[in-house]
């Protein structure tokens, strides 16, 4: 998988938006971008992939910079229950994930 | 719709010791994979199967062994339980869609303590 780039934790109050950033400036033309989290005690949950074109779903919306070599995971309004470590990560052959040490989103109170 | 089950939820196992973690999907997947997750670490493949009876190594395989005799289920087999198998194992399964363009779905983990 290319390689990504995230900052290890970012704070959030709740009700606010979070913009969680990813930098994956090896990526090819025919990677697609994932981010998936993972709740405490819990397995990963897929949140969000996109190619080239942001993409909205009912979790969140995925922008993705022109040159692809970056990209935005956009929690509109946190709650609390958004407090997880999201990992952006390329996927290649076979689908299978390669997970770096992801993002650590805290959400306040 | 069940997705992705794992059993046991939590095993201690004596050095030495065989067991199979157990993995069934419900979602006519082909793909099925494994992952270990140590503290503080994200997840790393061990072993992943494109389809009943294809299975192939990830990152790190040594100890482990899995078959896939059905699409539904992709067993995981420790031969010979050792201290540094200690971890949080997940199995996910995902359609055969493009390349990168399908989700995975993971199980609730294996919780396994090796004394």
């Known amino acids: 998988d290319a390689k990504t780039t995230q900052p290890n934790s970012m704070e959030s109050n709740e009700e606010e938006p979070v913009h969680l950033p990813c930098n994956h400036s090896t990526i090819s033309g025919t990677d697609y971008i994932h981010w998936y989290r993972q709740l405490p005690s819990q397995g990963p949950e897929y949140v969000i992939h996109?190619?080239?074109s942001n993409v909205n779903n009912r979790m969140a919306s995925l922008a993705i910079a022109e040159d692809r070599k970056s990209s935005t995971l956009i929690l509109h309004r946190a709650t609390l229950r958004d407090a997880a470590v999201y990992y952006c990560?390329?996927?290649?052959?076979?689908?299978?994930?390669?997970f770096g040490k992801g993002t650590m989103l805290l959400v306040s109170p | 719709n069940a997705g992705v089950t794992q059993t046991p939820k939590f095993q201690v196992l004596k050095t030495g010791q065989s067991m199979t973690l157990q993995c069934a999907q419900d979602?006519?997947?082909?793909?099925m994979s494994w992952y270990r997750q140590d503290p503080g670490m994200g997840l790393r493949l061990i072993h992943y199967s494109v389809g009943a009876g294809i299975t192939d190594q990830g990152e790190v395989p040594n100890g482990y062994n899995v078959s896939r005799s059905t699409t539904e289920d992709f067993p995981l087999r420790l031969l010979s339980a050792a201290p540094s198998q200690t971890s949080v194992y997940f199995c996910a399964s995902s359609y055969s869609g493009p390349q990168g363009n399908t989700e995975a779905f993971f199980g609730q983990g294996t919780r396994l303590t090796v004394v």
């Open positions: 990560i390329l996927p290649s052959g076979y689908s299978t994930l390669t």
């Open positions: 979602m006519n997947h082909e793909y």
């Open positions: 996109g190619l080239t």
